[in-house]
């Protein structure tokens, strides 16, 4: 009973259907000319070990894009780094694959306040996390969570540029602090300071993250012992309110 299905994200565009033995083929879906039809699962019943059947079928990728993202490509998962060296600041990494953003980042083994510096998206690249081993850490793993990123359709003009889903912001000093542009919400912010105990009490958690519904803000550092806060924005998911927020009202 040979039967073959189309992996996920591909379409069936041919099935064929053989027996060296006659009559094996008749009334199962095969025509005259040895097809069976796209609409039909691509399998023959009835035969035997000895007197076998075979099919054979050409699966192509959908000319839709987003229909095979959709089959294939995971909405979300995580990545987690390998354990730093314990040498003070050493860095795990935990990266996203091409296609995909940190939506979520931290410290996977805690400590921090007490030997861990904290954990940041890099400024640089919003695909990979950072976690950073404290003095006298036992080395630091960086967990993330990676999110599907592409562009999305300007609510405010449909014809226009598309616009990124995700926004990465940054900021380091005395008194670090950022905040998504209209439009876009915070997802996440980290806290980072090489300095241990400047993250205490400032609603960091022992994670290295500031709790979403936060400012991602950190007070009370300095030019000398700074501190470092990351955000990662997410574009609003109701178009409605993206427009009320950006898009220009006419009187």
């Known amino acids: 009973a040979p039967s073959v299905s189309c992996p996920p994200g591909y379409e069936q565009v041919l099935c064929n259907a053989r027996s060296p033995w006659l ?5 199962k879906g095969v025509n005259t000319k040895g097809v069976i039809s796209n609409d039909r699962s691509c399998g023959v019943s009835a ?11 050409v699966c192509k990728i959908p000319d839709d894009y987003e229909q095979y993202k959709a089959a294939v490509c995971p909405i979300s998962f995580e990545m987690v780094g390998d354990r730093s060296s314990t040498a ?3 860095q795990s990494r935990a990266s996203c694959p091409t296609g995909y953003k940190v939506s979520y980042c931290e410290v996977q083994t805690g400590l921090v306040h007490t030997r861990s510096g904290g954990a940041f998206v890099d400024p640089s690249n919003g695909n990979v996390c950072v976690a950073v081993n404290g003095g006298g850490g036992p080395g630091a793993i960086a967990r993330a969570v990676c999110t599907r990123s592409e562009k999305v359709s300007d609510p405010c003009n ?6 990124p889903k995700f926004i990465n912001l940054h900021s380091r000093g005395a008194a ?5 542009p209209p439009g876009y919400e915070q997802v996440l912010c980290n806290a980072r300071s090489p300095w241990l105990g400047y993250l205490t009490n400032k609603g960091v958690n022992t994670k290295g993250v500031i709790p979403s519904g ?4 950190v007070s009370r ?3 000398g012992n700074w501190c ?5 924005c997410r574009i609003s998911e109701d178009s409605e309110v993206y427009k009320a927020a950006v898009c220009p009202t006419s009187d």
């Open 23 to 27: 009559g094996y083929l008749t009334n």
């Open 47 to 57: 035969c035997s070990e000895r007197n076998w059947c075979e099919v054979t079928a």
């Open 88 to 90: 003070d600041d050493a």
């Open 158 to 163: 449909s014809e226009g540029p598309h616009l």
């Open 176 to 180: 670090p602090s950022v905040s998504c």
């Open 214 to 217: 936060n400012v991602c803000a």
């Open 221 to 223: 550092c300095s030019t």
């Open 228 to 232: 470092e806060v990351t955000a990662v």
